[in-house]
């Protein structure tokens, strides 16, 4: 028998689109953030044509409106390998490994989401999935506590759970049980105003990391912010700032610059949401919140070496001189270089390389040019543009956690990466977003090498 299974790709769109229905109708300030997101980028489209065209070229324009990222924060072992089988379902696939400890925040992460060019461009969502590191508690009774509550929960619905394994089964979903997944695996991202411990369990919780008390207090991890994607932060911040949002002071990542790099976000501050502990005592939670973005250039190994050395360099002077924080981060990244030529020339960044229409024509002569690459380009007959970054930074995801636990968290970890740790409780190894991008970059120079030689494209 013949299954008819319903595309990775179009289950994620259903559940993206779900979750930010979701969201929008419980967090009522994130349509806020969705309607200054699409002006300022309506905005940017109109202001700069020929940005708009080089999108549409490469087949970003399509999923600008739709992209998202969410975040989660998982509790235990079973509860992320479970989400790794859910999300597998969805196309998305465990990308980077991300300690935050050295942050002073309690988690390790990784992101999940599509990693192919089609299945990007069909919808780029992507989850920040976060897991509770407990041996980071210090008091011995309250770090067993805390497993022991988390021991007893179900944060999968059993329907979602049956339709994982059959999916897993029979290597997909069919039209209604791809809908059925998608309206059951939402229950598990859905705010849940009940805690399950009580109210001085909830205070102890809060007072060693308010972080712990939001993972560990209630029935499921929901979803703590949705993050739409615009083409100008600055614009965007000013945008939430002039409507009275309680947006950061500052923006995490790199400088404006003329050729954006990897990841700059802002966000408004967590909402402080009623909570009702068992025996009807009523309190307060503040966890979930709002965020926009603006994605840039991925860097390569080196780029990224150059950016961690001068982001240390600015936030090691903020301060120092008298100068605010965005005047130390544009000092310090006046040195790095910031057009496409030599970002390239440079190999600070990956590029996709396809041909122009200079390029297009010279095939079907059947002329193949002289040279390679770079004489492509010089000549016209190819173009690259930066290939735009799909992952996180742990400095600015820490710094985002911060500035929404109430301003005050200071906690000291040490430096204690566990990757392997965090893979045994996954399932899986996370996949090295670097050797992503390095092979999205040779592929599209073999297919131009291909076409412009006069070989099939493959």
Same mark, same amino acid.
């Given at each position: 028998?013949?299954?008819?299974?319903?595309?990775?790709?179009?289950?994620?769109?259903?559940?993206?689109?779900?979750?930010?229905?979701?969201?929008?109708?419980?967090?009522?300030?994130?349509?806020? @953030?969705?309607?200054?997101?699409?002006?300022?980028?309506?905005?940017?489209?109109?202001?700069?044509?020929?940005?708009?065209?080089?999108?549409?070229?490469?087949?970003?324009?399509?999923?600008?409106?739709? *992209?998202?990222?969410?975040? %989660?924060?998982?509790?235990?072992?079973?509860?992320?390998?479970?989400?790794?089988?859910?999300?597998?379902?969805?196309?998305?696939?465990?990308?980077?490994?991300?300690?935050?400890?050295?942050?002073?925040?309690?988690?390790?992460?990784?992101?999940?989401?599509?990693?192919?060019?089609?299945?990007?461009?069909?919808?780029?969502?992507?989850?920040?999935?976060?897991?509770?590191? +407990?041996?980071?508690? *210090?008091?011995?009774?309250?770090?067993?506590?805390?497993?022991?509550? @988390?021991?007893?929960?179900?944060?999968?619905?059993?329907?979602?759970?049956?339709?994982?394994?059959? #999916? *897993?089964?029979?290597?997909?979903?069919?039209?209604?049980?791809?809908?059925?997944?998608?309206?059951?695996?939402?229950?598990?991202?859905?705010?849940?105003?009940?805690?399950?411990?009580?109210?001085?369990?909830?205070?102890? +919780?809060?007072?060693?990391?308010?972080?712990?008390?939001?993972?560990?207090?209630?029935?499921?991890?929901?979803?703590?912010? @949705?993050?739409?994607?615009?083409?100008?932060?600055?614009?965007?911040?000013?945008?939430?700032?002039?409507?009275?949002?309680?947006?950061? #002071?500052?923006?995490?990542?790199?400088?404006?610059?003329?050729?954006? %790099?990897?990841?700059?976000?802002?966000?408004?501050?967590?909402?402080? *949401?009623?909570?009702?502990?068992?025996?009807?005592?009523?309190?307060?939670?503040?966890?979930?919140?709002?965020?926009?973005?603006?994605?840039?250039?991925?860097?390569?190994?080196?780029?990224?070496?150059?950016?961690?050395?001068?982001?240390?360099?600015?936030?090691?002077?903020?301060?120092?001189?008298?100068?605010?924080?965005?005047?130390?981060?544009?000092?310090?990244?006046?040195?790095?270089?910031?057009?496409?030529?030599?970002?390239?020339?440079?190999? @600070?960044?990956?590029?996709?390389?396809?041909?122009?229409?200079?390029?297009?024509?010279?095939?079907?002569?059947?002329?193949?040019?002289?040279?390679?690459?770079?004489?492509?380009?010089?000549?016209?007959?190819?173009?690259?543009?930066?290939?735009?970054?799909?992952?996180?930074?742990?400095?600015?995801?820490?710094?985002?956690?911060?500035?929404?636990?109430?301003?005050?968290?200071?906690?000291?970890?040490?430096?204690?990466?566990?990757?392997?740790?965090?893979?045994?409780?996954?399932?899986?190894?996370?996949?090295?977003?670097?050797?992503?991008?390095?092979?999205?970059?040779?592929?599209?120079?073999?297919?131009?090498?291909? #076409?412009?030689?006069?070989?099939?494209?493959?």
């Amino acid at each position: 028998m013949t299954h008819s299974f319903t595309p990775a790709d179009a289950i994620r769109t259903r559940f993206s689109e779900a979750m930010s229905a979701m969201y929008r109708a419980e967090v009522p300030l994130y349509g806020d @953030l969705l309607s200054i997101v699409a002006e300022v980028n309506a905005q940017v489209l109109a202001d700069r044509p020929e940005l708009a065209a080089v999108m549409a070229a490469a087949g970003e324009l399509d999923r600008l409106d739709v *992209e998202r990222h969410g975040a %989660i924060r998982l509790g235990s072992a079973a509860e992320l390998n479970m989400m790794r089988r859910a999300f597998a379902v969805m196309g998305m696939h465990p990308v980077g490994y991300y300690d935050l400890s050295v942050a002073g925040v309690p988690v390790h992460s990784t992101a999940f989401r599509p990693i192919d060019d089609a299945a990007l461009n069909a919808n780029p969502f992507r989850v920040f999935t976060s897991l509770l590191r +407990l041996e980071l508690i *210090e008091d011995a009774d309250l770090r067993a506590e805390a497993e022991s509550i @988390l021991s007893t929960r179900q944060i999968f619905t059993d329907e979602a759970v049956r339709l994982i394994e059959r #999916a *897993e089964a029979q290597g997909g979903l069919d039209e209604d049980e791809a809908d059925r997944f998608v309206a059951a695996l939402l229950e598990t991202f859905r705010w849940h105003g009940d805690a399950r411990v009580d109210a001085a369990t909830y205070d102890r +919780l809060h007072d060693a990391h308010r972080l712990i008390a939001d993972v560990v207090s209630f029935r499921g991890p929901h979803i703590n912010h @949705l993050t739409p994607r615009t083409l100008d932060i600055d614009a965007a911040q000013a945008a939430m700032q002039a409507r009275g949002i309680a947006a950061k #002071a500052v923006i995490e990542g790199p400088p404006p610059r003329a050729v954006p %790099i990897l990841l700059r976000q802002t966000s408004f501050k967590a909402i402080e *949401e009623g909570v009702t502990f068992p025996g009807d005592r009523q309190g307060h939670h503040t966890a979930r919140f709002g965020e926009i973005e603006q994605r840039g250039a991925a860097l390569t190994a080196k780029g990224r070496a150059l950016y961690d050395q001068l982001l240390a360099t600015a936030r090691g002077e903020q301060g120092s001189q008298g100068d605010s924080y965005a005047e130390q981060l544009a000092t310090a990244f006046a040195t790095f270089p910031d057009t496409p030529e030599a970002l390239r020339e440079q190999e @600070l960044a990956w590029f996709r390389y396809d041909l122009t229409e200079a390029g297009q024509r010279l095939v079907a002569t059947g002329v193949q040019p002289a040279g390679d690459i770079d004489a492509w380009l010089a000549a016209g007959y190819v173009r690259a543009q930066p290939i735009v970054y799909e992952d996180f930074l742990p400095v600015s995801a820490a710094g985002i956690f911060q500035s929404n636990l109430g301003g005050t968290e200071q906690r000291s970890y040490a430096a204690s990466a566990a990757q392997a740790a965090f893979e045994e409780a996954l399932g899986d190894t996370v996949q090295d977003e670097l050797a992503l991008y390095a092979d999205a970059q040779a592929r599209s120079m073999q297919q131009v090498r291909d #076409a412009l030689r006069g070989m099939a494209v493959a």
